[in-house]
C-alpha cells in the first residue's frame, strides 16, 4: 500500500471517529460544547462552491473527437476547468486505443493527481485501472460510459440513452396520437450498441403508450456518410412517411441530405443529441426537422466540476445531503422551436 494511500485511509478512519464523536454528544444533556478536536470539519456550504479552494490537479482523458458530439465533450471540459482559477488541468491526448488510455490513467497515477475525470473509449476495458487509481486513493469520475465494477468510480455523470427514445417517441406521440395508421421510420445509430438499443427501447415504448409503433427502421453508424446511405434506403422503401427519428444529429446531416436529395417534405423530422446545426434548422425552420432530444455533450465539464468539489470536499449545490452523489443521470428534454433560444448555448457544431 502506498504512503498517499495510507494516508488517506487514515484520514477517512478518522473523520468517521470525529462523527461519531458528534453524534454521542448530540444525545447528551449537557450544554457544554464538543471538544474542537472531536468535530470533523463539515462540508464546505454549496452556496460557496465556486469560491477558490485548495488546489486541484485533475487528470482528464476522452477518446479521440472523431465527430461533433465528443469534441464538444473534450472543449468544455476544458473550458470549465479554465473557469477555476484553483484547477490545474493535465489533459491526455485523444485516443481511440484502449491500451493508450490505460497508459494515460497509469500515468496520472504515477504522477499522484488529485481526481481523475475519465471518459472510456470502453468503460469494461478501462474499469480495471479505474480501480488502481481509486484504490490509490484517486477519486475517479466516470463519464457517459460505465465501469464494469462499482469500485472503479467515485462518481458516475451519464446521459439517459433510453430516456432520449421516450422524449422523441413521446413528441411524436404528442404530434401524431390522434392518427392510429400514422408512419413512424426510426434512423438507429450502430445497431448492435447496447446506447442505440436502449435508444430504440425507449423509443418503442413511448409509441406504445399512444398506439403508435416503428413502422419502418434502418440503421447507419453515426457518420455523415451513413446516415445519407441509410435515409436514402429507406426512403425508397417507404412511399409514404409520417414522422422520422434520427438518433444522431452528427449523422444527421447525411441524413438531411439524402431528403432533399429525394425531394420528400411529407413528413417531420426529430433528431437526436442537439447539435447547433439542428438547432439552427429548427429556429429556421427551413427543413423537415421540427426538435431535437438532448444528450449532452457537457457531461465532461460537469464531472470536472465533480472532482473538483469531491477533492475539496464540498457539497453539490442545492442538495441537503453531504457530499457529491454517486451517480448522476442527465435529461433528455425535447428541443422545439419554442425553447431553442434556451439550449442553443450548449448546441455542438457537427
Known sequence: MSARTTARRRTLVAAVGATAALLITAG????????????????????????????????????AADH?????????AVDTAEQYPDVTLRQAEATNDVNVQISHIEQFINDE???????PFDGAALTEVATKAMEAGIPVI????????????????????YGMGVSAGTYICEQLGDNPDAVVAE???????????????????????????VDA??????????????????LQAEPQIDAIWNHDDDQGVGVLAAIENAGRDEFFMVGGAGS???????????????????????????????????????????????????????????????????????????
Not at 472531536?38 to 462552491?49: F, I, Q, R
Not at 434512423?187 to 406504445?208: K, N, W
Open 28 to 63: 447528551c444533556t449537557s450544554n457544554e460544547p464538543p471538544e474542537e478536536e472531536n468535530t470533523a470539519p463539515a462540508p464546505v456550504a454549496a452556496e460557496g462552491n465556486d469560491e477558490p479552494g485548495e488546489d486541484v490537479v485533475i487528470g482528464f482523458s476522452a477518446p
Open 68 to 76: 461533433g458530439w465528443m469534441g464538444a465533450i473534450t472543449q468544455t
Open 113 to 119: 493527481v488529485d481526481a481523475i475525470v475519465l471518459l
Open 142 to 161: 466516470n463519464v457517459d460510459r460505465e465501469f464494469s465494477s462499482p469500485f472503479a468510480a467515485r462518481a458516475t455523470i451519464l446521459g439517459d440513452n
Open 187 to 213: 434512423i438507429q445509430g450502430i445497431e448492435a450498441l447496447p446506447l442505440t438499443q436502449d435508444r430504440s427501447q425507449g423509443f418503442a415504448d413511448a409509441l406504445a403508450d399512444c398506439g403508435l409503433d
Open 217 to 234: 427502421q434502418v440503421a447507419a453508424d453515426f457518420t455523415i456518410q451513413g446516415g445519407e446511405t441509410a435515409t436514402s434506403n429507406l
Open 276 to 350: 447547433l446545426d439542428v438547432m439552427e434548422h429548427i429556429q429556421a425552420g427551413d427543413t423537415p426537422l421540427e426538435a431535437t432530444v438532448i444528450y449532452p455533450s457537457t457531461q465532461a465539464a460537469d464531472g470536472i466540476k465533480m472532482a473538483r468539489l469531491v477533492v475539496q470536499n464540498k457539497n453539490m449545490g442545492d442538495l441537503v445531503s453531504a457530499g457529491v452523489p454517486r451517480t448522476t443521470q442527465l435529461y433528455a428534454p425535447v428541443v422545439t422551436a419554442d425553447n431553442v433560444e434556451e439550449y442553443l448555448p450548449i448546441g455542438f457544431e457537427s
